[in-house]
């Protein structure tokens, strides 16, 4: 489950929500573990049916989204860091308040602006922002993106217009990537 790794990893919960979002949880779609006959998702010819994701698909959606947080970092300090007279304590207290108000409303961009501020600051000391104070928080994002996952999925022409879109931003981070450093 998502909340049990992020506790455990560098890895922003965003970023596993977005990884897990796409490709679902461990590469697999819910209802379709494998050893669950009776879990097994029927699927009709109308419904979009994406490929299992490489290994390196997969490890390249998350250093893509890493290399995306690193950004906003960088943005955060290029816009004089903000939050860097905070004590730690103070600074996980802020983030665990912008965590809540954003997984009360996650598409609000402002909401998530903060959260990314504070997000920075955070991996700007090194510091794990406190996931276990706001399990439930994270669990009603990690609902509110598979709802919103289940209605793109419900909509194959959407659904195959944001995986499209998807892929063309992983090309394009490969490319720059892969770029020769001058």
Not at 170 to 182: H, V
């Amino acid at each position: 489950m998502i909340s049990d790794r992020a506790t455990n990893s560098q890895v922003a919960p965003r970023v596993l929500l977005e990884v897990e979002w796409h490709f679902g949880e461990n590469g697999v779609e819910p209802g379709q573990r494998e050893g669950n006959a009776m879990a097994q998702r029927r699927t009709s010819k109308s419904q979009v049916r994406r490929p299992e994701p490489s290994d390196k698909m997969r490890d390249d959606l998350v250093s893509m989204l890493l290399a995306e947080q690193m950004d906003f970092a960088a943005d955060y300090v290029r816009r004089g860091r903000a939050h860097r007279n905070l004590t730690d304590a103070e600074l996980r207290e802020e983030w665990k308040a912008a965590f809540r108000a954003h997984s009360q409303e996650p598409r609000l961009g402002l909401l998530r602006r903060t959260l990314q501020d504070f997000q920075a600051e955070l991996d700007l000391r090194k510091l794990d922002p406190p996931f276990d104070a706001v399990r439930e928080d994270l669990d009603r994002l990690t609902a509110a993106a598979t709802a919103t996952f289940e209605q793109l999925r419900a909509d194959p022409e959407r659904f195959e217009d944001v995986d499209k879109d998807l892929r063309a931003d992983l090309t394009a981070f490969r490319e720059k990537r892969d770029r020769p450093k001058s």
